[in-house]
């Protein structure tokens, strides 16, 4: 049985798989994951060989956003267990080698926090206010917002509220959705508060946390408009003084939350941060600040030569400029599954909706086959990797749930026109040749909360188990080999020069070269190397097109 963690720097090259609680595995039959349908498949997680899971929020909450609403910072929302629950669930993980990253959202609390109840309830020189972003309105009556940002969910970004006599009061900042009010991050209790969470969390032996929107916690003083920029949180900003994003601010309050986590063994941070260029985002994990951030930009990259070899260089280079490791990452729960965006002709820039390439047919064999080269090219690199839970089993994104039971705010802000991120938060396959997959006990009588594809029967856990050929083989295999050869994982790499368009190649010492063929011919692979493993069946002595493969030299 693996060994407990032990406190070193596990962080620079660690596989942390990201557990969606909701859609992962339900235990008591409700449709909804919990945290013991997780414990239920700790033996999987141990058996594909991640170092850690990192869980979406677990805390009390409307769902308004899906639990990034957050009530309660410090319990457990009732539909996925308790406290005690998640302490349980602690220990047999690290019982199993594997450590657990939870959720922090500090840009915004839930509506229903009890700070913003006080806020809306205490009149208009209530204390409380002083948390959040309050400010009168614009115009003569102050019927207008107060300034021109947008929400990332659509629409304007403030919301009027009514004071308790029934007149008309001041605006809250919402940069999400309304139910998302802002904090203001210039208030001292603010800053105190969150750092008591993060103690209160690493005090419960939690290993480490993600700062969900750490771009986005300071605000321009005087917040003047955006004009003509875009305010769209996922597409980042290569403005130097946007308003609301990426300011140079923020670094402060990261500072303050590394001292907290230097007083923990082992203890570490990943920013979701969209900055505009690697050299922002380097400035997030400088010795003093975060410890890894993710890289979204090799999320979008397409599945293109050029275009990923100059992520992978211009992320090395600026990480490693401040010390810090690279991250990969090829899916997550804000974007559309790889394999679906693999699976259509790809564009000369960054990719990341679906929307994107309206129009363009779709070959779910195509971006399969592309998807299991990326895993090898992922895997490879140097530094860390993060897994979207279901990618080992090949899931692509589900394009036509019924309007019906979408969810996303997206769907709801952006007037019925924006799908949102539903298609890939669709609860995973287990078992079985229909829904629910195993997902929830057979006899629950409730289905799951989102509706899954009959397809999938083919893609269940239990259906590629035994297969040498399947995805989850390919990774259960690479993350063996991954962590047993001494090249991989933290270090360097040194391209292999040739067609770069075409192939990318690159070597690791000792003894590793990884070669990824992003044509739709085969290709020769270099002489005296040894395959390691393989994304699909050679081709005699050529790799084949949209395939990769690992070499010992």
Request: aromatic share 10%; glycine share 10%.
């Amino acid at each position: 049985m693996p060994s407990a963690p032990t406190p070193t720097a596990w962080w620079r090259d660690a596989v942390i798989y990201q557990v969606y609680l909701r859609s992962f595995c339900d235990a008591d039959g409700d449709g909804i994951g919990d945290i013991a349908g997780l414990r239920r498949r700790l033996p999987y997680l141990s058996d594909l060989g991640v170092d850690a899971l990192w869980l979406n929020p677990w805390y009390p909450s409307p769902m308004a956003d899906g639990g990034y609403d957050v009530a309660d910072y410090r319990d457990i929302d009732p539909a996925f267990g308790t406290l005690d629950d998640a302490g349980a669930l602690v220990d047999e993980a690290h019982r199993l080698g594997i450590r657990i990253i939870i959720d922090i959202v500090p840009n915004h609390t839930s509506s229903d926090h009890v700070w913003f109840r006080e806020a809306r309830a205490g009149g208009p020189s209530c204390p409380a206010r002083e948390r959040y972003i309050f400010r009168p309105g614009r115009g003569d009556d102050g019927s207008l917002p107060p300034n021109d940002w947008r929400s990332v969910f659509g629409g304007p970004a403030w919301t009027r509220i009514t004071e308790a006599d029934g007149t008309p009061g001041p605006w809250y900042l919402h940069l999400f959705d309304p139910e998302q009010p802002d904090l203001d991050w210039d208030h001292p209790e603010v800053r105190a508060e969150f750092e008591s969470i993060l103690r209160f969390w690493f005090d419960r032996g939690i290993d480490g946390v993600r700062i969900d929107v750490a771009h986005g916690l300071v605000k321009a003083p005087g917040l003047p408009d955006l004009g003509s920029l875009d305010g769209k949180v996922m597409e980042g900003t290569s403005h130097e003084n946007h308003p609301h994003w990426d300011r140079d601010e923020v670094h402060d309050i990261f500072r303050g939350w590394r001292r907290v986590a230097d007083g923990y063994d082992g203890r570490v941070f990943v920013a979701e941060a969209w900055a505009g260029a690697p050299d922002r985002l380097a400035r997030y994990v400088r010795p003093d600040e975060l410890h890894t951030a993710f890289n979204f930009d090799y999320l979008m990259a397409p599945w293109r030569g050029p275009q990923l070899r100059g992520v992978i260089d211009e992320s090395l280079a600026a990480l490693g400029a401040v010390g810090a490791p690279a991250t990969w990452v090829l899916s997550n729960h804000d974007v559309a599954r790889h394999v679906s965006r693999y699976a259509r002709p790809q564009p000369d820039g960054p990719l990341r909706s679906l929307a994107q390439l309206a129009g363009r047919p779709s070959d779910l064999a195509l971006g399969t086959r592309r998807a299991r080269a990326a895993a090898l090219l992922t895997l490879a690199l140097p530094g860390g990797a993060y897994l979207y839970q279901g990618e080992e089993l090949g899931l692509w994104e589900v394009e036509d749930l019924p309007d019906a039971v979408l969810q996303d705010p997206t769907w709801r802000r952006s007037g019925h026109t924006d799908r949102g991120r539903d298609g890939c938060r669709v609860p995973l396959p287990w078992s079985g040749t229909a829904p629910p997959f195993g997902y929830s006990p057979e006899d629950a009588g409730t289905a799951p909360w989102l509706p899954q594809p009959e397809a999938w029967k083919t893609l269940t856990a239990a259906a590629q188990e035994s297969d040498p050929d399947s995805m989850l083989s390919l990774y259960r295999a690479a993350l063996r080999l991954r962590r047993d050869h001494p090249a991989l994982g933290d270090g360097t790499m040194t391209w292999e020069s040739g067609a770069e368009d075409r192939v990318l190649s690159f070597g690791r010492s000792p003894g590793f070269r990884c070669v990824v063929n992003l044509t739709d011919a085969p290709v020769e692979l270099p002489a005296h190397t040894e395959v390691l493993l393989a994304s699909g069946p050679l081709d005699g002595d050529g790799l084949p097109g949209d395939t990769a493969v690992w070499l010992s030299v």
